[in-house]
Every structure is written in C-alpha cells, then in structure tokens.
C-alpha cells in the first residue's frame, strides 16, 4: 500500500483541477489522487476512475516525485515534422514570393530545404504558421500613401470629430453605375449554380450622399449620365435639410463635381466641397455601401428586365433603415491605409492592420472543447457510483468528495 500525505492546500487545488484544468487527462489523476485522500483501496479507486491498478500506481509515484506539479505535466509522444526547423526560411521565402496554389508552395520548399512533403501536410504547416489562403486586394498604382494619411489626420478628421460632436454635417458624395448584367457570388448549395445573364447593357445611375454619422442616403437617380446638373441637384437637396449647420462634401476628383456651376452653387449654399487625394477610394465611405446594395440585391440573383432590376435597387437603397445593424456594422468611420506603394516593386503590397495568428495547435483545440462540455456538466450526471460493498465510514467519506 502506498501511503501519501495531503495538506489542507493540496486537496483545495485537487478538488478545483479535477474539474477546470484544460486537459481531461490531467482531470483523470486528479480524481485519482482526490479518492486516494479518502484512503480508498486501489481496486476500488481504479474501478471508479476507469483504469488500471498500474495506472493510479504510475499517478502516485509522480506524485510523490513532485506533488501536483508533476502530475501536470504531459509526456505525450508528439513527432514534430523537419519542416519546423526551417520554418524562418521558408516564412522569409513566402513573405516575398507568396504562392498561389499547395503544388506551388510544395515545390518552392523541397527547392529550398530539399524536404518533400504530400499537399496535405504542406497545408497543415502553413496554416499553422499563420498562412491563409486569401484573396488578393487592389489598390491603385499611382495613390499617394502619404497624401492620404496626411488628409485623413489634418482635414478629414476634424471635420469628422464635429459631425460626432452635433456640430456639423458630413456627407460622403459618390456616384454609382449599375449596369444590367450579371453579377457572380457565393451561395451554399448542392453543385455549382449558373445565373442566367439579361439581355442588353441598359445603365442605372446614382449619385449618393451618405451621411457620415446617421447614415441617412440622399440619392439623384438617372439613366443616362452622371453630371454637373445632377451634383448641383444633390446639393439643393442636401442643403434644404440643414439650415443654419456647416456642410462638409467629401468627394472625389471626377470632373463634374469640380466645375465652376457646381463651386459657385456650393458657395452660394455655404457647403464645404472637400475633395479627396487622387486615388482614394478606401477614404471614400459611401463606396462600402455600393459593395453592400450588389451584395445584397445583385449577386448570383437574376433580373429579367431592367424594370425589376432598377426596382431592386430602388427598394434597397430607400430602405436602409431594415439593415441597420448591419450597416452601422460596415460604416464605421475607420479607413484603410496602405503602406508606402514604392517600396514594394513587385507589385504586392502587405497589409499588417490586423496581423495574422498561427492556428490554434490541435491539442489544445481538443482541450478548450472539452472545456466546453465541462460546462454543461451538472452534477446528476456525476459517474461516481458507490458499490454496496464499501464500509458505512468510507461510504460517507466518499460520497463527500464531489462537494
């Protein structure tokens, strides 16, 4: 028989590990050392754990080699693959030559660590060193990175902070061109789904003023062209619901929006025209929302004329309210920025916004679910069971060791 001792402290740490340390097995040996507190005989602690004698002996000579803290740790054989030893090379390699498919990124390491690995297990390295599979954004070539964090900082917030503050009214001004025509996306479904393309190339037209902090619309539609009569209308409208409050335009540099009728209206209004550095679509907020009307009402969805397809832009764009949280989701007042576009000749330009994490290691996947479950548990579901032939005392004691 193998004698141990607890202090007061153990069996506290016990009673709390047996149910809350991450792993299950490390639960186990804590059940196991909490029975043997109460001075069951092995065969009974092993029957009610659910191992062998051999096992609990194995659980009580750790802990005798080095209390609770040895009982913690975990032996498991895990073979790490040869992969991992190069892991700083191939990162470096695929930071400035990012493959597009497995057979690219398999090819590129046996090249230049001469390990040869299946597709499969290239995937499981690379997504767990932080590396996805993702789509590639654009950003135009001749944008000024500097202009535009300069703009955003100096000019654009300010006036922003205003908006915030009741002070002042922002709208974001841009023109939209929905062209009758197909629009692909994603669905879920069974096999892959073909939309039926519409006949003719009939164009839609909206120029949009989003308002900065209410997300209220104003829109002059059209079916022809967006041009200087129709910004000149936008901004009759935008100034008849703001009397006596400053009025900031943030827009682009398109021509009719910076001509003399448009200027010389705008300052008969005493509406600010802010116009953005060239080539900045991301500081442009109302461009979100045109990506959200094709989302929502366009893509893998079939129009059969122009009337329906108009019609469904139409009753999106007048009933933004019904997509409230979404929209307050999407238009947040934080813009994206870009690093320096010279500095990266090839063509590809890192974004480190949010920095990409290393998947979660499958052991401890494995533990924070079982976590979870552990949650659930109540204590009817509790898998001690008490043999009859257990004495009156030990009984007792043992029926005290869930508490």
Known sequence: MINLTFTNETLTELRHLRFNHPHPHIQKKMDVLLLKSYKLP?????SIAGCCENTIRSYFSEYEEGG?????????????SKLVGKKDEIKALFENEPPATLKQAAAAIEKLTGIKRSLSQIQKFLLGHGMKRRKVGSIPAKADTEKQKQFMHETMEPRLQEARENKRVVYFVDAAHFVLSYFLGFLWCFT??????????QRFNVLGALNAVT????????????????????LLKIAEQHANVPITLILDNARYQKCAIVTELAKS????????????????LIERLWKFVKKKCLNSIYHENFLAFQTAILDLLNNLDQHKIELDTLLTLKFQTFPSISDNPSGLIPIQNKPSQPQEPL??????????????????????KMPNSIPYDQKNNAACIGA
């Open 215 to 234: 997300h209220q619309l104003i829109t002059v539609t059209n079916e022809s062209y967006i041009n200087a009569q129709s910004v000149c209308e936008l």
């Open 269 to 284: 209004l005493n509406i600010e025209l802010l116009y953005l550095p060239s080539y900045s679509p991301n500081l442009n």
């Open 363 to 384: 052991l401890e996947r494995h533990t924070s679910r079982q976590k979870e479950k552990r949650k659930a548990r109540t204590f009817r579901h509790c898998r001690y």
């Open 192 to 201: 892959r789904l073909f939309v039926k393309t519409a006949p003719g190339r």
């Open 68 to 80: 609770l803290e040895r009982l913690k740790q975990l032996n498991f054989y895990m073979p790490q």
């Open 42 to 46: 092995h065969h009974l602690i092993a």
